[in-house]
Structure formats: C-alpha cells, structure tokens
C-alpha cells in the first residue's frame, strides 16, 4: 500500500467517525417507549426552559399523565466539579446544597428524610418535596443527585400530584436507561 493510499484510508475513516458522531450528538433523543402492554412510562424530550446560567443547558423530558399516572417533567444536568470527591452525595445537607430545586420555585419544603438511590454505577441521593411558590405549575418535586468521583448529575423532576414518592420509581427507572447512560458517560467523558 502506497503512502497516498494509506491516507486516504486513515482520512476517510476519520471522516466517517466524525460523521456517524456529529449525527448522534445532532439527533435529538427518541422517546423511550412503553411495552406492548403499556405498563412502562414514555419519555418525550423537550425543549430546557430556564435561561443559561453558570451550569449551562440541560436536558428535559417529559411523562404524561396518561403514561405516568401524573405529569412529570424531569430536568437533567451536570455539574462537574461540583461535588465532594471522597463521599459524594452523601446527605440531604449536600443534596440541598447541590439541587436544581430553586428551578422549579424559590419555595419548597421536604416532605420528609431523603433516601440513597444507584444509577447504575454511580450513588447518590433522592429527596421529595412539595413545591409551594406560586408561578409553578408543579405540585410536588424530586430532587435526585449522583456522582461519578467529583462530577454529579442532578436530575430535578416537577410534578403534578402532592405525592412526588408514587413516580420516584419511573423518574429511576429512566434515569438508569441507556439514553440517560450514553449522555451522562459523554458529558462526563467517561
């Protein structure tokens, strides 16, 4: 194989790559889709409404009533750096601390203790709380994060009954999807 021959290989493939990873990174996520006999959730992504701050946009998702038993959308985001490197988020003192409540209104109260959670590899913590402020349309919340070393993901989900703790397990469930795995190991750069 000649030297010309050689590069083209190397460049054609490299331009393949960017090609099929422009694509992906492009592509807006597909709804997750329930089974046939519609006992999962569909998430739909939307549009991030908040204005950019220093976290930058994130991601949102939305669940219908019809498919979660009440509305729920879910904010996502990283903050790298962000977060405690030898206990991660441990406490609801750091989850408070860390959490991307103030999103969905500046009033809110717990509704009780949080809990730990897993999202596949990484540990963190969920907490419910009833949204009282006015200008939300939400009527409870879960403030969910995790960690992968120093860099955490928190998941905010706004919803529309005062019982948050009925679709906590929907919110994990998604959260453990591959969607959610795949944006998170390349935010991450994992």
Same mark, same amino acid.
């Given at each position: 194989m000649t030297k010309l021959h050689a590069f083209l290989a190397v460049a054609v493939t490299i331009i393949a790559a960017?090609?099929?990873?422009?694509?992906?990174?492009?592509? +807006?996520?597909p709804a997750l889709h329930g089974t046939a006999t519609g006992n999962r959730p569909?998430?739909?992504?939307?549009?991030?409404p908040f204005p950019i701050d220093q976290w930058g946009l994130g991601r949102a998702f939305r669940c219908k009533a019809a498919d979660c038993g009440n509305?729920?959308?879910?904010y996502l985001r990283a903050k790298i750096g962000f977060c405690n490197c030898t206990t991660g988020v441990a406490d609801d003192e750091?989850?408070?601390r860390i959490?991307?409540?103030?999103?969905?209104?500046?009033?809110?109260?717990?509704?009780? +203790?949080?809990w730990s959670i897993a999202v596949r590899w990484?540990?963190?913590?969920?907490?419910?709380?009833a949204i009282t402020g006015r200008g939300s349309s939400a009527r409870s919340a879960l403030s969910?994060?995790?960690?992968?070393?120093?860099?955490?993901?928190?998941a905010t989900s706004a919803i529309g009954s005062d019982e948050p703790s009925e679709q906590a397990g929907a919110v994990l469930e998604f959260?453990?999807?591959?969607?959610i795995l795949h944006w998170a190991e390349k935010t991450l750069g994992l």
């Open positions: 960017a090609a099929g990873y422009a694509a992906f990174v492009i592509a +807006p996520a569909v998430w739909t992504e939307v549009k991030w509305e729920v959308t879910l750091h989850l408070d959490g991307d409540l103030d999103l969905l209104s500046a009033e809110s109260s717990a509704l009780g +203790p949080g990484m540990k963190g913590r969920s907490r419910a709380y969910i994060a995790f960690n992968d070393r120093c860099d955490v993901i928190v959260l453990n999807s591959d969607l």
